[in-house]
């Protein structure tokens, strides 16, 4: 079924709202190079969430003015250049704090919907 107007307004904003949680997440454990980072955010949501590159990358350099991921530039023989992205500490201090927003907000919505007794 087509997503109305509306859904793909809520769709889009609801992506936007989550991508930086999703990045850092994916970098929290080892660093991460764009391209792996869309294809496991689109893996791990069975191709529900979909970054494409012209929004990815601008998030990636937005999160490391900000201070939250590290980019290095990885050269590997045979592979083309890659800038591969780790969390900082300040990083990890936001992935924490957004995780408890995103457990809050969930909940809120569950307990609204009537979802968590269905």
Do not use: C
Not at 76 to 99: D, H, I, N, S
Request: net charge positive; aromatic share 10%.
């Amino acid at each position: 079924m087509p997503m109305t107007y509306i859904e793909s307004i809520l769709d889009r904003e609801l992506k936007k709202g989550s991508a930086e949680l999703l990045i850092l997440s994916l970098v929290e454990y080892r660093p991460r190079h764009g391209y792996e980072i869309s294809k496991l955010i689109e893996e791990r949501s069975d191709g529900v969430l979909r970054f494409n590159v012209a929004s990815l990358y601008p998030l990636l350099y937005r999160l490391e003015r900000r201070g939250w991921v590290d980019g290095r530039w990885v050269e590997k023989a045979g592979q083309r250049r890659r800038r591969y992205y780790r969390l900082t500490p300040e990083g990890r201090k936001v992935l924490a704090a957004q995780r408890h927003t995103w457990r809050e907000f969930v909940a809120a919505i569950e307990r609204v919907t009537g979802l968590e007794h269905a």
